[in-house]
């Protein structure tokens, strides 16, 4: 490791370092636009001009006469770095001064406003006054540049943070800057606008306003918003990401560094696809009883899903099977009043219990739990225990695996192909679930193997089931018509899930469950990368947590906590026991584990 000297500070320093971030590790922050740690180094904005020397052996200090760019400049031995001099301070002044000649001051309508590093630096590093007199440059926003980015022309600092990246990381280069000099900008060909998978991640690496989400487009003020670390649910590559929300609604996901999941980057589909979450299709509450005989038989029930609907945030307002059932009841309001206050979960949970234990009491081998990839390792953990205890006759199985084409890799070669082997910076995986290795790791620990959802579908086929308790938690449809079709027989289908089908209408008993911005747990990856999905927002009222949900089914004492289930989950299970330790901010390797990664049909 080299030791450099950054303002007096002495600091060591990792292999291919540059002095931006030598300068970080003495805590000192060194003002850049243009340098981002997962692109390529330009050094073009100036903004990182420091004086640079270096020191000879009897201890004397030799400073070169010009600034150096600390963005390109390595961190070697003996250097020695200043940040805080008048020559560094009047550089960093003058280029902010620069970069703000025709810079709009529109901040209190920009959405960056908040979190732009414009804002920051002239803060900390620029002047008070402009000495323009003229006219500023004005140019014409630019909305058709992507379908889910606009582009704010003359907020733009020319950092090429985002030419890059659609050049490096996504490989489809639809960005470019046009013309030179003083009327320099960034454009697209006509007819080619920037609508890559990847498109998203140029509005965080723009450093200022120039690049916004249209997604989250004068939604809400920055400063607004919490912040909780989560994991993208979207594939089997897991990204670390950020979810952004306020009083309980979410605004939106973004990513977090972490190297050992995919560096700085996510995809618009993980980025965009949350909003199953606050859709209409939530299921808001439990309910006993196939909807069809509800409708047909009860006010009483009806009514009650209809308080439980009216107990819910505002925001979780749209139809829902609850809602028709309500809707269709000819006595609602009084009943609404009766029942307004009733938790509809002790009653449901009794039921659920009631009617496993018949079928278990008789015939454990006719009832199969099938658990979910979308699940928490600490959730499949908690169920695949209460069933064992329960009866070891009972199967346990592995839902389904949704697999969409496949893995989507990045850079794209100039002909759209994916990058040679060993090339790819970025996947889009197949695999369309967080945790399949994890919930695998707790099936076999149970049952010595993993059983596919087609033996359960060929058990369904040949009628040897009574009763299925089956997971989704899916964000969208996830059983096609003649898979739903042999579920019809079952005298007990009890359906923990999340979004309103044919099977939650279907079922005999339905729990209503929580979203992953609503849990707390643990999910693995593709790669064995244990990390930790905290919860971000509250939902709707009647709707229980998977976790606490199995939890009181169960009849554990005291109160479900992800985080003392996953120290018993890592005590019992070996596959898992690296979870006995804190998992970070960037979540644990854990061991390779090949029986893990087989389906046994
Ligand atoms: S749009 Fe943003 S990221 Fe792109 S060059 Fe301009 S400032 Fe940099
Ligand atoms: S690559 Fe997968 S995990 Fe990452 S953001 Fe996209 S969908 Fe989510
Ligand atoms: S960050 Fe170093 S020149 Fe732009």
């Known amino acids: ?103 709009p001051l529109d901040c209190s309508i920009c959405d960056q406003a908040g979190e732009c590093y414009l804002q920051d630096y002239t803060y900390k590093f620029g002047n008070a006054q402009s000495r323009l007199n003229e006219p500023k440059v004005q140019r014409l926003d630019k909305y058709h540049i992507g379908q889910q980015i606009a582009l704010f022309t003359d907020r733009c600092v020319m950092c090429t943070r985002c030419v890059r990246f659609t050049r490096e990381i996504s490989g489809t280069s639809e960005l470019q800057v046009v013309n030179r000099g003083s009327v320099e900008e960034i454009d697209v060909f006509p007819g080619n606008p920037c609508d890559n998978k990847l498109a998203g991640n140029v509005v965080d690496l723009c450093p200022v306003g120039a690049l916004c989400s249209k997604d989250f487009l004068y939604k809400k003020r920055v400063w607004w918003l919490k912040t909780q670390n989560s994991v993208c649910q979207g594939c089997s590559t897991g990204c670390s990401i950020h979810i952004d929300q306020e009083k309980d609604r979410l605004y939106r996901l973004r990513p977090r560094e972490n190297p050992l999941a995919q560096g700085s980057f996510m995809c618009d589909d993980g980025r965009f696809g949350w909003k199953y979450i606050e859709s209409g299709n939530r299921l808001l509450a439990p309910r006993i009883g196939r909807l069809r005989d509800v409708k047909s038989t009860g006010e009483r029930s009806s009514a009650r899903e209809l308080a439980a609907t009216n107990m819910s945030g505002s925001h979780w307002s749209g139809s829902s099977s609850v809602q028709q059932v309500a809707a269709e009841s000819s006595n609602e309001h009084i009943a609404v009043n009766e029942l307004s206050r009733t938790d509809p979960w002790p009653a449901t949970l009794d039921a659920t219990r009631h009617a496993i234990d018949q079928i278990v009491a008789k015939s454990p081998e006719r009832f199969v739990a099938v658990l979910s990839p979308m699940m928490f390792c600490e959730e499949a953990f908690l169920l695949a225990k ?106 007990t289908l ?16 339905l729990l ?79 061991l390779p584990c090949d029986e893990g990664t087989s389906v046994h049909a």
Not at 500 to 509: E, G, H, N, R, W
Request: aromatic residues 6%; neutral net charge; proline residues 5%.
């Open 1 to 103: 490791m080299a030791t450099i000297v950054v303002n007096d500070i002495e600091v060591e320093v990792g292999a291919k370092e540059n002095l931006v971030q030598a300068a970080q590790r003495a805590g000192i922050e060194i003002p850049h636009y243009c340098w981002h740690p997962s692109l390529s180094v330009v050094a073009s904005c100036r903004m990182c001009l420091v004086e640079v020397g270096e020191k000879s052996h009897d201890g004397t200090i030799t400073m070169l006469p010009r600034l150096m760019p600390a963005c390109q400049t390595a961190a070697r031995s003996n250097i020695v770095v200043r940040t805080n001099t008048e020559k560094v301070k009047k550089a960093q002044s003058q280029t902010l001064e620069y970069l703000l000649l025709n810079h």
């Open 386 to 491: 209460y069933f064992e205890s329960l009866s070891q006759k009972i199967m346990l199985a592995l839902g389904p695996v949704p697999i969409v084409g496949e893995d989507d890799l990045y850079p794209k070669r100039s002909n759209g192909s994916p990058p040679a082997a060993g090339n790819a910076k970025f996947a889009i995986r197949a695999e369309k679930c967080p945790n399949r290795l994890g919930v695998q790791w707790v099936l076999k620990h149970f049952q010595r193997e993993v059983i596919s959802f087609e033996s359960v579908v060929g058990r369904l086929d040949d009628r040897s089931l009574s009763g299925i308790y089956i997971v989704g938690g899916y964000p969208g449809p996830w059983l096609d018509d003649s898979l739903l079709r042999k579920f019809e027989g079952l005298s």
């Open 494 to 509: 009890i359906v923990q899930d999340l979004l309103i089908s044919p099977l939650t209408d279907m079922a005999t008993i």
């Open 512 to 590: 209503a469950s929580a979203s992953f911005v609503e849990r707390h747990g643990t999910v693995v990856n593709y790669a064995g990368l244990a990390q930790e999905v905290h919860q971000a927002i509250r939902g709707p009222a009647d709707v229980r947590s998977d976790g606490r949900l199995i939890f009181e089914l169960s009849q554990r004492v005291g109160l479900y906590d992800a985080k003392a289930i996953r120290q018993e989950m890592a005590r019992e299970i070996p596959a898992l026991a690296g979870l006995s330790s804190e998992l970070g901010s960037r979540g644990i390797q854990l």
